[in-house]
């Protein structure tokens, strides 16, 4: 054998061995870093349960279980935007589907495709295909989504509306006689809100606009063929400040939960949050139907405002192998059922185990494969991060000043830079 050829084969035996050495430490990631804003009721214990089911398919993977506090538009995305921006990623982090995924994250490289592993998987068809148009890109999958929430939910306690007479309202007129009845004739507060987070006043605020729009318009704010001018949106504005009349006093000081908390102590009547609150209620005991009930947001009964949970793979990712183990849970069929009847949430898989799921998800399943679909601003699907953000604080100074229409003028702007 010459030098030559002796040396080619030293060559492809070391390029074997650093490839087999470069394989086998990958596949064999001692630890998965998960970053999301799931730190409440319901929230946590949906995550803890799919950790639990992660543990057992890989023993030899630690989860890092990385979370700050206070959901939507909060603290939680500008530390994960500034990780992600400073080149030190989680292995795999909560994102939604829709523009905040892809505006953000994948239009400025910062996201590997995954299409080709939920097709090694054989899960590729197995999901909802509009929710996949969510998290895809020039014909690519950039992450799995783990469930689907409803924005547009009106949660109430039960007994305080037997007590008022009071039968569920479905549109705007009896929803605000509903509270003025409550108000009139007891002392607890008619609607609770939270907003020490800002999210929260404009999530009930985009429930408002789904209703005073409808859903058609809604959606066309998105394409651009329905304006901001429209006066379907501007009445939501005047709807939203007459119902702001009746939340508590105390609601800058107050999360979410305990805004839900006081519907669970019958100190407030009704709440509006997504029915992450539902997965809060029944961490804390309260039975759906029995203790709480729900409707659409009144005036919504038609749209869906869709919300969906997603997880992908960052360019980078310290520990690519654990973060795949992690996607090929959630995208499984077990990691699904596992996670939503906790949460609050239904499947984004189509062939869930219908039978684990309680009477309000199996409600919200049958809505959401009937009646229109309206992706949430506040909720990061709609909209860009930067008409997000404005909303918010528009909304927010529009609780404490009630000037119409400023606040309509400030929106009109904000989509004419934004969208
Ligand atoms: C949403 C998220 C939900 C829930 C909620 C409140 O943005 O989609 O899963 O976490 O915030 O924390």
């Known amino acids: 054998m010459s030098l030559k050829s002796k040396f080619s084969i030293a060559l492809l035996l070391s390029f074997v061995l650093i490839f087999s050495m470069v394989t086998l430490a990958a596949a064999q990631d001692t630890k998965v870093e998960i970053f999301s804003w799931w730190t409440g009721g319901g929230e946590e214990e949906g995550l803890q349960a799919l950790f639990e089911v992660f543990k057992e398919q890989n023993p030899n993977i630690e989860i890092i279980n990385a979370t700050v506090a206070g959901g939507a538009g909060s603290n939680a995305k500008a530390v994960l935007k500034t990780r992600m921006v400073g080149g030190n990623p989680p292995d795999s982090f909560q994102v939604h589907g829709g523009a905040e ?4 994250y994948v239009k400025t490289g910062m996201m590997q495709p995954i299409t080709g592993l939920l097709e090694e998987w054989g899960v590729r068809n ?4 509009q929710i996949l148009d969510m998290v895809s890109h ?4 950039y992450a799995v989504p783990v469930n689907v929430h409803r924005g547009n939910v009106a949660f109430f306690n039960k007994a305080i509306l037997e007590e008022h007479n009071i039968t569920p309202p479905t549109n705007i007129y009896t929803f605000i006689n509903a509270l003025k009845k409550i108000s009139e ?3 607890v507060s008619p609607l609770a809100l939270g907003d020490k987070n800002k999210w929260t006043a404009g999530h009930i605020f985009e429930t408002i606009l789904v209703g005073t729009l409808g859903p058609v318009k809604y959606n066309g704010l998105w394409n651009g063929s329905t304006s901001f001018d429209e006066p379907g949106v501007r009445e939501s504005l005047v709807v939203f400040k007459e119902i702001m009349n009746y939340v508590n006093e105390d609601h800058a000081a107050l999360t979410w939960q305990d ?8 100190e407030a009547a009704f709440t509006i949050m997504g029915d992450w609150a539902e997965g809060y209620f029944k961490t804390l005991g309260w039975t759906p139907n029995k203790d709480f009930g729900w409707v659409s947001v009144p005036g919504t009964r038609g749209s869906f405002m869709v919300i969906t949970d997603t997880f992908g793979l960052p360019e980078g990712a310290p520990h690519p192998e654990g973060a795949k183990a992690w996607l090929k849970l959630i995208a499984s069929k077990k990691g699904q059922d596992t996670f939503n009847p906790i949460k609050g949430s239904i499947p984004a898989r189509i ?3 219908k039978d684990k799921y309680d009477p309000y998800l ?6 959401f494969a009937t009646v229109t679909l ?6 990061g699907s709609a909209a860009p991060e930067g008409f997000v953000t404005a909303l918010n604080d528009i909304i927010n100074q529009f609780v404490t000043t009630g000037e119409v229409d400023n606040a309509h003028q400030r929106l009109i702007e904000a989509a004419n830079e934004y969208l």
Do not use: C, K, W, Y
């Open 126 to 129: 197995n999901f909802n295909q």
């Open 101 to 104: 995924l892809i505006d953000t």
């Open 374 to 379: 309206t992706p949430s601003i506040v909720h």
């Open 351 to 353: 062939d869930a185990d």
């Open 185 to 187: 004739e007891s002392d």
């Open 259 to 266: 805004a839900a908390q006081r519907v669970l102590n019958s």
């Open 138 to 141: 020039e014909g690519e999958i």
């Open 362 to 367: 199996t409600d919200s399943m049958h809505d």
